[in-house]
């Protein structure tokens, strides 16, 4: 709030100020609540499939199973990672790097192509947005009585549905948490820790504090999120352009607005086809009106287009008054032929092909891969030392590690200087997913000069001949 002098303000009594008044100016709006009314058509069915299709696949992967463990899982303590069949390490990480590189260049297509499509149909924030507006609905009823029963005094019946209907939400928001931790630990064994009562204190955080961040993103912020949180609306405008399909207004057939009856030729009374209901506005999840043209706060759900194609059919309009189209589309008066001729445009093309060469790379790179890996570590206590016959003797540590679901017996051998030799057992047996750490000694003939030389450690699966490694260490021979 600001407190200023001004004689062209009225006061609170609508008064106009005097020259002595001292005039309170709000210098932020504060939020007004969204009450968004039910609609149904195209758009709303997509939005609908994607919310089951997302949560589905969320709230169900955890409990299937794949060899005898949690198909899906990300198992920080043993630092092992389970995706179906394979068994990644931390190693691994530039599997992870390559994902992310493939999600941020998907969304700068989709951006490129048709604007914000993530927001609208497939975000967290939209999804879970439009769950707990489902379970507000059904408890609370429609719009209009969501509205009369925020103005109506707190009574039994309000009290009761509010209770409710926030029960509802935070049953909803642990599950989701509990969901989510099910991803980290185990989510059978922590199902029955949550009914013995020994959950875990990390655990326990985890859990509730995403189901809070669901019930207060989801239940209470809504839009704010999109609107002033998320940084994605504010450099949208870099990936959008002319040729972007988003959601737009015809302001030439649609104006001049205005109320008219059903059986009124509008054209005689110099009308548009726009109504004026409102109900592009009563239905936006943002609170936005489209008329006004393209808003950074427009998640792109087309909301506003179904209700309009609705209300064109009562009225015997064509539809289409809002609709998905580009700038150049509704300047130029384009077909969708046009409009997907422009879509293959040169950025969308890059994008594309980056992305294709990395999701390439990547599943080749997963085919290839030796599902074993092992790091040489020399031992720090005797650098070299001499042992019996005058040989010289290097002692190494291996940490075999193995990427599969089988017990893999690995033969050790090693080459690179004239007579070297291990001098210890040649085999290993490394159970599935261990970790295991093998002291190795190698020794060479005596005689030999002084100084580094390099040597290769090779190892090779006994049961898979497709699984071998080499790697390079050095041998050092004293003064």
Not at 13 to 28: K, N
Not at 228 to 236: K, L, N, T, V
Request: glycine share 8%; with cysteine; aromatic share 12%.
């Amino acid at each position: 709030m600001s407190t200023t002098t001004a004689q062209s303000v009225p006061d609170s009594s609508g008064r106009p100020a005097g020259p002595d008044d001292e005039v309170e100016i709000a210098l932020y709006e504060s939020r007004k609540k969204i009450q968004t009314r039910s609609v149904s058509g195209t758009f709303t069915r997509l939005r609908w499939a994607a919310v089951w299709f997302t949560q589905i696949l969320f709230y169900a992967l955890p409990w299937f199973n794949w060899n005898d463990r949690q198909a899906v899982l990300f198992d920080l303590l043993s630092r092992r990672f389970y995706l179906g069949g394979l068994v990644l390490y931390p190693q691994d990480f530039i599997y992870l790097t390559g994902l992310l590189v493939m999600a941020a260049l998907s969304l700068f297509l989709f951006t490129a192509v048709a604007g914000r499509l993530w927001c609208g149909y497939a975000c967290p924030q939209t999804v879970y947005t439009e769950i707990f507006m489902w379970i507000e609905k059904t408890i609370e009823g429609d719009r209009s009585a969501r509205i009369r029963l925020d103005g109506a005094p707190l009574n039994a019946a309000k009290f009761g549905r509010r209770t409710a209907k926030h029960a509802v939400w935070v049953l909803f928001a642990l599950w989701t948490g509990f969901t989510f931790v099910g991803y980290f630990t185990p989510i059978r064994a922590q199902m029955m820790e949550v009914v013995s009562g020994s959950m875990g204190a990390w655990q326990t955080f985890w859990i509730f504090f995403y189901g809070f961040a669901t019930y207060g993103n989801a239940g209470f912020m809504r839009e704010q999120v999109c609107k002033y949180m998320c940084p994605y609306a504010r450099f949208q405008s870099a990936m959008f352009d002319k040729d972007t399909l988003i959601v737009t207004y015809d302001a030439a057939r649609g104006e001049p607005r205005g109320s008219r009856g059903k059986k009124v030729d509008f054209k005689e009374k110099g009308l548009g086809s726009c109504v004026d209901c409102t109900l592009c506005v009563q239905v936006c999840p943002t609170g936005i009106d489209i008329r006004k043209g393209l808003q950074y706060e427009c998640i792109g759900c087309g909301a506003c287009a179904d209700v309009c194609d609705e209300v064109m059919d009562k009225f015997g309009y064509e539809r289409g008054l809002v609709k998905y189209s580009t700038q150049n589309a509704m300047t130029g008066g384009w077909d969708k032929a046009q409009i997907i001729r422009r879509a293959l445009r040169p950025r969308v093309l890059v994008y594309s092909a980056i992305l294709g060469a990395i999701a390439v790379a990547v599943m080749v790179s997963l085919y290839l891969r030796v599902p074993m890996k092992v790091d040489v570590i020399r031992d720090r206590g005797a650098m070299a030392r001499m042992v019996e016959q005058g040989r010289i003797e290097n002692v190494y540590r291996l940490q075999i590690m193995n990427a599969t679901e089988t017990k893999q017996v690995v033969q050790l051998s090693v080459e690179g200087l004239p007579g070297i030799t291990l001098a210890s057992a040649p085999t290993v047996e490394v159970l599935p997913t261990e970790v295991r750490g093998v002291a190795v000694r190698v020794q060479i003939p005596p005689g030999s000069a002084s100084g580094s030389y390099p040597i290769v450690f090779k190892l090779q699966s006994q049961s898979d001949a497709a699984i071998h490694l080499d790697e390079k260490t050095t041998f050092l021979v004293p003064r």
